[in-house]
């Protein structure tokens, strides 16, 4: 945003939808004719997404006026969109069809009786006119501002042709970039149509409970605190905590994930999520422009409106492109008659080619189309991208640190062995969890866990003389025998003869899988051992052997964890580099110096403790961010399920959005030089030219839809 849109108040700001853009250019000619209208401050116009912000005071008729050269229909933000004719029986590409008819039928009469027949050339003008009306108004109102566009070449070359006789020619013109505007306007929808399948998720109205009465009510006026009633096969409207019921929800409009999540009392939903079984009674914790659902809409809105540098680079070379082709042109077609006594028509047809082959339609849709696509794609597989910028250099990464606790691995300890020397393991696990009750320690927890899965009634034992020994451990006297619990460093106290040598062995075997080892025993000996590890995600160690395999060179991991337990976990995932010990100012360190040695650094974290390095890499992956909105605002990219699995996707899709990018631009230039070249000796027709130019652009435009392909 820039300073001076800062500075107008959100009082003043207004989004509108906008239904008929066809072009880059005519979005941005619209934002400049807004910003032009009296009781405008500033404007910014979204092409991605279809929608024009406005600092000031002005009304839909007036912006209607000011978009009347497209025809642009202006609605409320919040208005559903007029559902358009289905792309054949549109207005504009019926016209199409009547002049492409016109012409074929001259085209005979011109082959029966002559090109320069009166009923040819009639049928040929007729043609002209109808399929290119709106082009020649567009074009006419730029000619007279000296504003070169795409419309203004293309209607100096018509009538150009016309005025030199080559009426055929110019009819041709005409229909194959009426063809090819069509094809833009389909592509581009196309393309929006990912958010616009966003925005439908959603009810638009819910059965709200207030007080005794139930009713249903719009998403406008639903309340925080409201009590949304949700029947089984329903999609949630709200964002909100369960206060009653239990069901599966399918969240893939929200995380991408297909397999539905249990959700009970306290668990927190999301708007446009599917209540698959259960009655549910929610509590309403969000309004409807704070959902979640909504937060990723407007993200995505934006980011289809961030320039990529690409884009940035094709927008500053079309600036000085298109004036340069017109001065080439007007040179071509003036200076071999007067100064070498060439033939002027010849020369001025000539001329009239290079005007339309130098049209920049499809260099300057070249880059956008792609971006919106794959944006678009992202978010519907549960990959927030905010912004062309970050899709660009997550397809130059080489390395990516990913942070240890709660991303490799689940960030909650559990219990992986318990080995028993005296007696039975279910009778051990139930004394060591009946102990622990009192301990507020996480390996507690731990035991507690692993006691309740296996279904042990540690409950019912009565345990006396509880006592912390700091430090080390715990002790207390169950069924008239003191048990100790805690660290191999209290038995080494506690046994006379210090820790028999076999178990030692066993400790060191386990403590070098990475594993916190406690023991269970008494004054006289060890009854049994117990490991507890932060388990590693299942789908870590795929997540990193794809990565590798995509081109990622470097995975780093980092964490606070000690080297030992950090080189077992790092192993068991099998990144390429282990840095452990680090507190969370070293990581944001470590970032920077990969900064310096690598250029393009992702970092992938929880979104939460890692704000400072996720923000300081080239490019920040946060997960999980269906739950915390930490994670929406601080990184660049947000796996919107708590998982990586979609990491690998994202890199593919990055790196393939670049290379259609980069594909895109070359093809671009490259046909234009072509199609210049065949000037020399003269091979390049009127509508060979168009068709190298809408050919360029159909290809442009269906090269970049490859995008929606990609899947995980």
């Not at 400049?32 to 929608?51: E, R």
């Not at 690409?310 to 082709?325: E, L, W």
Request: glycine share 8%.
């Amino acid at each position: 945003m820039s300073e001076q849109q800062a500075k107008l108040s959100e009082k003043e700001m207004k989004t509108y939808r906008v239904q008929g853009f066809t072009c880059a250019n005519c979005a941005a000619k619209f934002e400049n004719n807004v910003k032009a209208l009296p009781g405008v401050q500033d404007a910014k116009v979204n092409f991605g997404a279809s929608k024009i912000t406005i600092w000031g005071t002005t009304t839909i008729e007036e912006l209607e006026k000011a978009g009347a050269f497209e025809n642009l229909k202006i609605r409320e933000d919040k208005e559903k969109a007029v559902k358009r004719e289905p792309f054949w029986k549109q207005k504009e590409n019926i016209k199409v069809y009547i002049s492409a008819v016109l012409l074929v039928i001259s085209w005979f009469l011109g082959k029966q009786y002559g090109e320069e027949h009166f009923f040819a050339t009639i049928g040929y003008a007729a043609a002209i006119l109808i399929g290119g009306y709106s082009l020649f108004i567009k074009g006419f109102k730029n000619l007279v501002r000296l504003n070169f566009d795409m419309n203004t070449l293309m209607t100096v070359a018509v009538l150009g042709a016309a005025a030199i006789g080559e009426w055929g020619e110019g009819a041709t013109v005409v229909i194959l970039f009426a063809i090819s505007e069509a094809l833009e306007r389909y592509s581009m929808d196309k393309a929006r149509q990912s958010i616009e399948s966003l925005m439908d998720i959603a009810p638009k109205e819910a059965l709200i409970r207030r007080g005794n009465e139930e009713m249903m009510v719009p998403v406008d006026d639903i309340q925080v605190g409201d009590i949304m009633i949700v029947k089984p096969g329903q999609k949630l409207a709200m964002d909100g905590i369960i206060i009653k019921g239990i069901s599966t929800l399918n969240q893939a409009a929200i995380t991408g994930e297909s397999v539905p999540v249990a959700k009970t009392v306290g668990d927190e939903v999301f708007a446009g999520t599917l209540n698959e079984e259960g009655l549910l009674e929610v509590k309403v914790t969000k309004r409807v422009e704070d959902t979640t659902l909504s937060k990723i809409i407007h993200l995505v809105e934006e980011a289809q409106a961030e320039r990529a540098p690409s884009q940035a680079f094709v927008d500053r070379f079309a600036k000085y492109y298109t004036p340069a082709i017109i001065i080439f042109a007007l040179l071509l077609a003036v200076i071999p008659p007067l100064f070498m006594g060439a033939d002027w028509s010849e020369w001025i047809y000539r001329g009239l080619a290079v005007l339309v082959v130098g049209c920049p339609c499809a260099l300057v849709i070249s880059t956008p189309v792609a971006i919106v696509t794959a944006i678009g794609n992202a978010a519907k597989n549960g990959v927030l991208i905010k912004g062309g910028i970050y899709l660009e250099e997550a397809g130059s990464l080489k390395v990516i640190a990913f942070d240890k606790t709660g991303t490799l691995t689940k960030g909650v300890p559990s219990v992986t062995d318990v080995v028993t020397y005296n007696g039975d393991e279910n009778e051990l696990m139930t004394i060591t969890a009946a102990i622990e009750k009192g301990s507020q320690h996480p390996l507690a927890s731990a035991i507690i866990r692993k006691a309740e899965e296996e279904g042990l009634n540690f409950n019912d034992l009565s345990v006396e003389e509880f006592q912390s020994i700091t430090g080390k451990g715990v002790k207390a006297r169950v069924n008239n025998e003191m048990y100790y619990v805690g660290s191999p460093g209290l038995f080494e106290e506690l046994l006379p003869n210090g820790i028999q040598s076999e178990i030692k062995e066993q400790m060191t075997t386990l403590q070098t899988q990475g594993k916190t080892v406690m023991a269970l025993g008494t004054e006289k000996e060890i009854l049994a051992l117990i490991a507890v590890a932060d388990e590693i995600r299942e789908s870590s160690k795929e997540v990193i052997r794809k990565l590798h395999q995509v081109g990622i060179e470097k995975t780093v991991m980092l964490t606070g964890d000690n080297q030992r337990t950090a080189e077992a976990i790092g192993k068991q995932v099998g990144v390429s580099d282990i840095k452990a010990d680090l507190l969370p100012e070293d990581k944001l360190n470590f970032i920077k110096e990969l900064r310096d040695k690598h250029q393009s650094v992702a970092m992938v974290g929880d979104g939460v403790n890692d704000a400072p390095a996720l923000a300081a890499s080239t490019v920040g992956v946060a997960m999980g961010g269906a739950g915390t909105d930490t994670a929406l605002e601080t990184a660049d990219i947000v796996l919107m399920s708590d998982d990586l699995s979609k990491l690998p996707y994202t890199i593919k899709l990055s790196r393939k959005a670049l290379a259609i990018i980069k594909q895109n631009i070359t093809f671009s230039l490259g046909i234009k030089a072509l199609a210049l070249l065949l000037i020399v000796p003269g091979w390049l027709t009127l509508w060979l030219a168009i068709f190298a130019d809408m050919g360029a652009t159909l290809i442009v435009t269906l090269n970049s839809m490859r995008l929606l392909k990609v899947k995980e």
